[in-house]
């Protein structure tokens, strides 16, 4: 399983797809209109998942973590 399948199913804010279904991706954005406080939960999930999780900040302090181990 794909590490961006993980966290979107993790964080519930996103639907998964596959890209070349386009009957999937049209029902998939027809759920979306017809349930806009899913849809409204889903985008607040993904912009709370941004603002502390997958940042720059967050980020960095990765990286400059594995940079300090390889020291």
Known sequence: VSQSRKIISKSNYGLLVNPFDIGGIARAIDHLIENPAKAKR???????????SLNWNQEKNKLISIYNSIN
């Open 42 to 52: 889903m985008g607040e999930n993904g912009r709370k998942l941004i603002e502390q």
